[in-house]
T-cell receptor
């Protein structure tokens, strides 16, 4: 149980374009979803926290207008990287949590490459 | 600032040996810790967790030890197998709070040699 999927698994886009990444909880309702970014050989850095039906809370230093997060339902959250640049190339991972519990269930990640 | 750090960035062990991965944390008020395993190109996978009212917790082939006096957490893997090769992260709630948020340590790469 507690499976999270992400789509796409890999995406290559041109500089200046926008990319949308979907995160779905398949067998549970994720009251909270988290978005992380991970550069090679580094740890996961939390970007934002989103609760279903409300605006996302962004971590310090993360541009909310660049990384648009929508958590429209208890099973779907999306991250849109707007006007992507090569420095946005990274591994983006989402996770879902169930209310009251710290444990997060992670998706398989999305490899974004901006050319 | 707050941090969840690791002593060893890379740990190499022989198959069958026991592995110990260490983690130092800075938030003495943390009441919960989790260990995650991340294989190359994949998302983190839950291994085991422990609450601050415990010193030790055991799972299948894994044991987590918590020493609150020195703010140290360790993950012990018994009879390490090639499939255990991955990066291991400890995580804890941040000093700043935040509903169910977790802050991840730097990670330790475990390399298991046959």
């Amino acid at each position: 149980g507690a499976v999270v999927s992400q789509h796409p698994s890999r995406v290559i886009c041109k500089s200046g374009t926008s990319v949308k990444i979907e995160c779905r909880s398949l067998d549970f309702q994720a009251t909270t979803m988290f978005w992380y970014r991970q550069f090679p050989k580094q740890s996961l850095m939390l970007m934002a926290t989103s609760n279903e039906g409300s605006k996302a809370t962004y971590e310090q230093g993360v541009e909310k207008d660049k990384f648009l997060i929508n958590h429209a339902s208890l099973t779907l959250s999306t991250l849109t990287v707007t006007s992507a640049h090569p420095e946005d190339s990274s591994f983006y991972i989402c996770s879902g949590g169930q209310g009251g519990a710290y444990e997060q269930y992670f998706g398989p990640g999305t490899r974004l490459t901006v050319t | 600032g707050e941090s969840v750090g690791l002593h060893l960035p890379t740990l190499s062990v022989q198959e069958g040996d026991n592995s110990i991965i260490n983690c130092a944390y800075s938030n003495s008020a943390s009441d919960y810790f989790i260990w995650y395993k991340q294989e190359s190109g994949k998302g983190p996978q839950f291994i085991i967790d422990i609450r601050s009212n415990m010193d030790k917790r055991q799972g299948q082939r894994v044991t987590v030890l918590l020493n609150k006096t020195v703010k140290h957490l360790s993950l012990q893997i018994a009879a390490t197998q090639p499939g255990d090769s991955a990066v291991y992260f400890c995580a804890e709630p941040p000093l700043s709070g935040g509903y169910n948020k977790l802050i991840f340590g730097a990670g330790t790469r475990l390399a298991v040699h046959p």
